[in-house]
C-alpha cells in the first residue's frame, strides 16, 4: 500500500526524513480494527517527529498522520461487541493509550504513563490502511466527509478538554482565546460558539481577526492590551476563563482579562514556555492556572456528538493527494494555512 513515513529523524532538512513510497499492508491483530483510510488531516506532530522532536521512541519506517477518517475494512480475532460493522465511515480516536497502568484502568487514560499517539507508537493515518484498537474507532457524525471527520481527532479533541472538561465552562460563561489563528484556537472558537459562551478572540493581524470573526467568536481583539479591552467590554468584571495556548507573548493580558476567581487553562505554549507568572495576581485575586492535554476517548464520543447536534463543522485549509504530502508539511511549517490540512489518502 501506499504510505506517506518517515524514514529518519533530526537532520539539518528535517523535511528530508518524509518519503512516499510502497510498504506493506498491515495485518489487525487480537482486540484491533483495519480501516481504509480515506483522508488524514495534518498536526504538528507530524514536523515535530520529523524533527526528532517527540519522547516517544520511534521505529523507522514510521507512518506518519495522527488523525484520519475512513472505512472499517476487518477487525483481527476477538472483535470487541459495539464496534462498527465493516464498511461503516469512521472516525479515529488518536491516543494510544498503554491499557494497563493506574491512569487507564480509572477514568481518564489521556494521563496515561506511556502515553503516545498514532504515528509515534505505532503507524499512523497517512497510508491507505491503518490498524488501531477497535475501540479507537467511532462511527462518523452524519453528513460530515471523511476530510472533516480527520480534522475532529487530535485539534477539536483537545479543544473540547480544555474548554469544557478542564476548564469547566458552561453555557453562559465568558472565555477569550488567545492567539485566533492557530488551528487549536480556531477550534475552541468554533466549539465554544456552539456550546452558548461569550467569545473573545485575540490576533495581532487585521485578517486573522476577521476570521476568528467568521468562525464564531463576538469580538475579536488585538493582542496587545486585550486585557484591557477587555475589561471595557465586561464592565470590569473580566472573563471566566482564558485559552492561552501561546504562552510568553499573551500571559500578562491573560492575567489581566480574567475574572477574579477565573482560570486560565493553558493547552499548549507555542509562543514559549515561561512567562513571568505574575503570582501576586494569581494568589491576589484567586486564579486558577489550569493544564490540559489531548482527551479522553468518552471526550472524543461527547464531541462527535456535540459535533452532530450542533451541526458543527470543521474549518478545512487546502486538501493534498498522498504523493504531495511534502509540500502539505511546508505549508502547515510556513504557518499559512487557515483550518486543517488535509491529505487525500485512499484512491476516492
Ligand atoms: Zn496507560
Known sequence: MRAAYAKAMGGEAPLDNLEVGELPRPEPGPGQ??????????????????????????????????????VVEAYGPDRPAGTPEPGTPVVLYPVIPCGHCEACLGPDESLCREFGMLSDKVDGTLGEYVVLPAASVLPRPAGLSAAEAAS?????????????????????????????????????????????????????????????????????????????AILGLTDGRGVDCV?????????????????????????????????????????????????????????????????EATGLKPLLDETFPLGETRAAMERMERGEHAGKIIVAVGAG
Open 243 to 307: 485559552v492561552d495556548s501561546v504562552g510568553e507573548p499573551t500571559w500578562r493580558e491573560s492575567l489581566r482579562a480574567v475574572r477574579s476567581g477565573g482560570s486560565v487553562v493553558v493547552p499548549g505554549a507555542t509562543g514559549g514556555g515561561n512567562p513571568p507568572a505574575d503570582l501576586n495576581r494569581v494568589f491576589w485575586r484567586q486564579l486558577s492556572i489550569i493544564g490540559s492535554s489531548m482527551g479522553t476517548r468518552a471526550e472524543m464520543v461527547a464531541l462527535l456528538r456535540m459535533v
Open 33 to 70: 480494527a483495519l480501516v481504509r483510510v480515506e483522508a488524514a488531516s495534518l498536526n504538528h506532530h507530524d514536523l515535530w517527529t520529523l524533527r526528532g522532536q517527540v519522547g516517544t521512541p520511534i521505529i523507522f519506517p514510521r507512518i506518519l498522520g495522527c488523525d484520519g477518517g475512513g
Open 152 to 228: 475532529l481527532g487530535t485539534t477539536y479533541l483537545t479543544a473540547y478538554r480544555a474548554l469544557f472538561t478542564r476548564a469547566g465552562l458552561r453555557p453562559g460563561h465568558s472565555v477569550l482565546i488567545q492567539g485566533a489563528s492557530g488551528g487549536l484556537s480556531t477550534a475552541a472558537i468554533q466549539l465554544a460558539r456552539a456550546a452558548g459562551l461569550r467569545v473573545y478572540a485575540t490576533s495581532r493581524d487585521e485578517a486573522k481577526r476577521g476570521r476568528a470573526l467568521e468562525v464564531g467568536a463576538h469580538e475579536a481583539l488585538d493582542t496587545n492590551g486585550a486585557g484591557r
